[in-house]
């Protein structure tokens, strides 16, 4: 059962099309695997996506402070500004690849349904719930 909350995300193959797809039943089909699948759910847990009303705050230690937001440093210039994947600059200040300072706990990748599920959790979480972890 997918208990929120919860976020699918991929990378489309260019060209993939989905009318001819020899494999219809499959979700994934013409999906390129993410490089880094807990970079990308660490940022949806920093822009608090995956907190919505409130329904990880569980998760969260008491007396953690939310950070004031600030540009991502991974994605800036020799010159400090932010920039993106090619070093071309970004609007504002921060631009929009902004850290946001929300809480991110740790996360592991496992594998459920032959898809990478991030799933918050030292490395033991996936042998608990009895899943593979995802192999790097």
């Known amino acids: 059962m997918t208990m929120p909350p919860y976020i699918t995300t991929g990378i489309y193959v260019t060209g993939f099309d989905a009318k001819n797809n020899p494999n219809p039943g499959d979700p994934n089909a013409g999906m390129q695997q993410v490089a880094d699948p807990i970079l990308q759910c660490s940022r949806s847990w ?18 953690f402070v939310q950070t004031t937001p600030a540009a991502d440093p991974s994605k800036s210039s020799d010159s400090g500004m932010p920039s993106g994947k090619y070093g071309n600059p970004l609007g504002g200040p921060a631009g929009p690849n902004k850290l946001i300072g929300h809480y991110v706990p ?7 349904d032959n898809s990478v599920a991030v799933i918050p959790g030292g490395p033991d979480i996936c042998a608990h719930l009895g899943i593979p972890t995802l192999e790097q």
Do not use: R
């Open 106 to 112: 740790q996360l592991t990748a496992c594998v459920v």
């Open 46 to 63: 920093d822009l608090g996506t995956m907190n919505p009303q409130g329904i990880t705050d569980d998760l969260i230690p008491p007396g």
